[in-house]
């Protein structure tokens, strides 16, 4: 099985910057997608981000595009998550999350992953 291990949360202030990392062992990664999800109090977790691995192709949540970047390092087993310009909305659990051979169409679909991280607390001052 996969084993997933975010890091990088924390405070900052409203227009600052965080870096989030994943750390992924247990298998070969080739032919996984990895995806970033998010889940504030009282509401459903959401997609932010993903990265096919073989081919480095990245797909965003549009309330993140030119804000957010994710990627990888195949050498180190990770996917990063570099969050710039940060809002108060974007306080929430931050998750990191894992499946082989997704589709396109599954890709930004919380219930179509099976492999999960503990999450990591991403909060932002106003």
């Known amino acids: 099985q996969v084993q997933l291990e975010e890091s990088g949360g924390g405070l900052v202030q409203a227009g600052g910057s965080l870096r989030l990392s994943c750390a992924a062992s247990g298998r070969t990664f080739s032919s996984y997608v990895m995806g970033w999800f998010r889940q504030a109090p009282g509401k459903e977790r959401e997609f932010v981000a993903a990265?096919?691995?073989?081919?480095?192709?990245?797909y965003y949540q549009d309330s993140v595009k030119g804000r957010f970047t994710i990627s990888r390092d195949n050498a180190e087993n990770t996917v990063s998550l570099e969050m710039n310009s940060l809002k108060p909305e974007d306080t929430a659990v931050y998750y990191c999350a894992a499946r082989v051979g997704l589709p396109v169409i599954s890709i930004r679909r919380t219930n179509e992953y099976n492999y999960w991280g503990q999450g990591t607390q991403v909060t932002v001052s106003s």
């Open positions: 990265i096919r691995w073989s081919t480095g192709t990245t």
